[in-house]
């Protein structure tokens, strides 16, 4: 069982940039579908953001045009660049992977919070 442990959140002012790391324990190139899910305080657990192994990715349309997703199969890493954050960006985001239908979260997650 690969672990994964995300990493890079923090405090960032309104437009500010972050970028977060999801490490895994070994190789992610068998891994088909990982993501991105974010849980704010009283919401429901959301997908920001989906890469497939070949590389095509998805995104929820409240970040599209900011954040990338993206996977470096060789450093067994998957990272989320985040642009031009709002304070509604502001929850604990954490890696998954696909399987049995949804993206599925195994770490504790990051939390990252956009405030001024």
């Known amino acids: 069982q690969v672990q994964l442990v995300e990493s890079g959140g923090g405090l960032v002012q309104p437009g500010g940039s972050l970028r977060l790391s999801c490490s895994a324990s070994?190789?992610?190139?068998?891994?088909?579908?990982m993501g991105w899910n974010r849980q704010a305080p009283g919401k429901e657990r959301e997908l920001v953001a989906a890469?497939?192994?070949?590389?095509?990715?998805n995104y929820a349309d409240s970040v599209k045009g900011r954040f990338t997703i993206s996977r470096d199969n060789a450093k067994n890493t998957m990272y989320l660049q985040m642009n031009s954050l709002k304070p509604e960006d502001t929850a604990v985001y954490c890696c998954?992977?696909?399987?049995?239908?949804?993206?599925?979260?195994w770490g504790q997650g990051t939390q990252v919070t956009v405030s001024s």
């Open positions: 998954a992977t696909y399987g049995f239908g949804r993206y599925r979260c």
């Open positions: 070994g190789s992610i190139s068998s891994i088909n579908a």
């Open positions: 890469i497939g192994s070949g590389g095509s990715t």
